[in-house]
């Protein structure tokens, strides 16, 4: 089925340890963003990529690194995780139509623990 | 810079009564306000938006909401709640060129046989 796909779903992580977060998507979006979500904050815009080869910052970038070499894919890199990290994250993508169609396609989610 | 404000982090309504959540916005540039709802382990799915014109929109599964500019709100009513509207529900905002959505904190409806 078309959408967003985030791997894994479930992680834990030791402190000091990284990893990467899978997403890809099959609708050839160029906008694609990563998104972490904690109780009682809503979502915060960690990183986002306008298409390959282009990224930029969100609300909340440190602790995270991000590389668009496709159009399909946009990784999340964990480079040393911390117990703050510890969140459930997001991928979306859309369409470059300024918003007008559809907003976001959500992924799943991964819910991360680092302890 | 935009923010989002969602009054009250629970709601609970009977079904079949009205169903309102609150937001509030602020923005530097005309607001592009959207609702998402999002079941348990789920993502976001989009219920609905405003970006210009009719200042009333109508979303999925009866939803609707009021794009109010003097009162900087874009609260999401629902005239009679059914069971399967239980979930959490978000509001943002985005910039002007939809690079950037800003999510309030949620606000998690209950509804009661």
């Known amino acids: 089925n078309a959408g967003v796909t985030q791997t894994p779903k479930f992680q834990v992580l030791k402190t000091g340890q990284s990893m990467t977060l899978q997403c890809a998507q099959d609708m050839n979006h160029e906008y694609m963003s990563w998104y972490r979500q904690d109780p009682g904050m809503g979502l915060r815009l960690i990183h986002y990529?306008?298409?390959?080869?282009?990224?930029d910052q969100g609300e909340v970038p440190n602790g995270y690194n991000v590389s668009r070499s496709t159009t399909e894919d946009f990784p999340l890199r964990l480079l040393s995780a911390a117990p703050s990290q510890t969140s459930v994250y997001f991928c979306?993508?859309?369409?470059?139509?300024?918003?007008?169609?559809?907003?976001?396609?959500f992924g799943s989610g991964t819910r991360l623990t680092v302890v | 810079a935009q923010s989002v404000t969602q009054l009250g982090s629970h709601v609970s309504v009977s079904e079949g009564a009205l169903v309102l959540l609150r937001c509030n916005y602020s923005?530097?540039?005309?607001?592009?306000l959207f609702w998402y709802v999002q079941y348990p382990n789920q993502g976001l799915q989009l219920l609905l938006k405003y970006t210009t014109g009719a200042t009333l929109v109508k979303g999925i599964n009866g939803f609707e909401a009021e794009f109010k500019k003097s009162e900087t709100s874009f609260h999401l009513t629902k005239p009679s709640a059914h069971m399967s509207d239980a979930a959490e529900y978000f509001c943002a905002v985005s910039d002007g060129n939809f690079n950037k959505f800003y999510f309030g904190s949620g606000t998690k409806l209950n509804v009661k046989p």
């Open positions: 990529s306008v298409g390959a080869g282009i990224t």
């Open positions: 979306a993508s859309r369409q470059p139509d300024r918003g007008l169609l559809g907003g976001y396609t």
């Open positions: 923005s530097s540039v005309p607001p592009y």
